[in-house]
């Protein structure tokens, strides 16, 4: 197996601190400059949309898959000095497979259109910005006739834009193009193993799945009021703070807590038909982003199984970050203290004692980060088909479900999710640079705020 340079437990945002990179994620695109084709005819060519710490990352692990030729030829970015500090560290790390001259670095809200076109057919576009971009950039990668597209997860966080990727997909499917999803865990192969053991019955009956993942507050999740001085422009503002405000990420809840919600859904091989959700904001101080700082879900799948969800971002309270699963005949531990390793076992009872392991994966494991993408590319290589899209759009609903359940403070069902009207940022593909943000504060430089049973029906 192939394994990235860096050390097993680089991660992408790892990975970017480490180049000097911010690890915030914008929204793309650029200046009109005409097409250049940089690379060799055999050479499997690249471009990142969004060059935060994601997209850096996402770069890198393509960069490192053996085998024939891989090479970066067009970025894309909102900001300048985000898209120049990634191409910096990118280059140093892989001097010789980045061709990327300033006629193919593209800055502004069309940038992603001049990344996609100076690709080739079978290129691949990697789509790294804030999640409520996914479908103007899949839509126009599909226009286009490009065959593949990596897009970071989540890939929806509303009912209206997954309603939308399912549509936009059912074209891509028709017309070939092979679509990978950031949910890098479904490749683990420790999760893998440990899916195929719990499916084929060595946990028995499925009793219970509990999630956690508590945490101090961390990348853009609490933001203060807006510096005129320091952020002059409100829009290029809020995607730097982008997991502060619920139109660009869905949130803390959606842009962090799909791995280990899509892991509870794995292990049941099904996916929930309700959510209970609550939450609430603590000693907020100055912050004044959109996100609750606690959230406690009560998922339903449909034979009644319960999915137990928590999370936080709180500083000094305790941290936890994990799944498990408890059967008839054991617990099962799916994740252990984060994406990677994994660290996945099976014990003989309810807890968890060195003496009672069955099984355990053996260590080290195989960097998931890399193994995305070293299947991405077999398959281009092989040119089979390829598709994440539908799974992952129902693994952005339901983590939006329990998001939804607890800003509201009603009991939400998957359809209820899958058909709500409100949308966050419908004219999003008209963003500009000097037009209005899709929220903006009052007076005090505060913004809105999901206020449960009071709002019961807001656009949370």
Do not use: W
């Given at each position: 197996m192939n394994h990235s340079p860096f050390?097993?437990?680089t991660t992408r945002r790892r990975f970017i601190r480490a180049t000097g990179t911010a690890a915030a994620v914008?929204?793309?695109?650029?200046?009109?400059?005409?097409?250049?084709?940089?690379?060799?005819?055999?050479?499997?060519?690249?471009?990142?949309?969004?060059?935060?710490?994601?997209?850096?990352?996402?770069?890198?692990?393509?960069?490192?898959?053996?085998?024939?030729?891989?090479?970066?030829?067009?970025?894309?970015?909102v900001s300048e000095s985000k898209l120049k500090s990634s191409l910096n560290g990118i280059s140093t790390k892989y001097p010789?497979?980045?061709d990327v001259p300033e006629d193919r670095q593209f800055i502004g809200f069309d940038a992603y259109k001049h990344a996609i076109d100076a690709l080739p057919k079978n290129g691949i576009a990697i789509f790294s910005t804030p999640p409520a971009f996914r479908w103007v950039f899949f839509?126009?990668?599909i226009e286009k006739g490009l065959k593949n597209v990596f897009m970071e997860k989540p890939i929806c966080t509303d009912g209206p834009t997954a309603r939308r990727m399912l549509a936009l997909n059912e074209e891509a499917k028709a017309a070939g193009m092979r679509v990978a999803v950031g949910l890098m865990v479904r490749h683990c192969k420790a999760r893998k193993e440990l899916a195929s053991r719990i499916h084929q019955g060595e946990l028995g009956d499925i009793l219970l799945v509990r999630a956690y993942r508590q945490q101090g507050p961390v990348a853009s999740f609490r933001t203060k009021k807006r510096d005129p001085e320091k952020d002059p422009n409100e829009v290029l503002f809020q995607l730097k703070n982008f997991h502060s405000f619920l139109w660009a990420s869905g949130g803390a809840f959606s842009d962090y807590n799909i791995h280990n919600i899509d892991e509870a859904c794995w292990v049941k091989n099904d996916w929930p038909i309700e959510a209970r959700g609550s939450g609430g904001r603590?000693?907020?101080d100055e912050w004044v982003d959109q996100n609750f700082d606690t959230y406690t879900v009560e998922y339903t799948f449909p034979d009644g199984t319960k999915l137990m969800w928590q999370s936080g971002n709180m500083q000094g309270t305790q941290t936890q970050f994990m799944t498990h699963a408890h059967g008839t005949k054991g617990l099962a531990i799916f994740s252990t203290a984060g994406h990677f390793p994994a660290k996945s076992r099976i014990f003989k009872d309810q807890a968890i004692k060195s003496e009672d392991v069955l099984w355990s994966f053996p260590q080290p494991e195989p960097n998931p980060y890399q193994l995305e993408w070293d299947d991405f590319l077999e398959a281009i290589r092989a040119d089979e088909p390829y598709n994440e899209v539908e799974r992952s759009v129902k693994a952005s609903l339901v983590t939006a479900m329990g998001r939804l359940s607890s800003h509201t403070g009603q009991t939400i069902t998957y359809d209820d999710a899958l058909n709500w009207k409100s949308e966050f940022a419908p004219e999003v593909d008209k963003l500009s640079m000097d037009g209005p943000a899709p929220v903006m504060p009052d007076p005090e430089g505060k913004y809105p705020v999901p206020q449960p049973g009071f709002k019961k029906n807001a656009e949370y």
């Open positions: 050390s097993q437990d914008s929204a793309l695109a650029g200046v009109k400059i005409p097409f250049v084709h940089a690379a060799e005819d055999n050479t499997q060519q690249l471009a990142v949309i969004g060059c935060g710490g994601r997209g850096t990352g996402a770069v890198a692990n393509a960069l490192t898959v053996t085998g024939p030729p891989i090479k970066l030829v067009a970025m894309a970015d010789t497979q980045v839509q126009y990668a603590h000693y907020r």
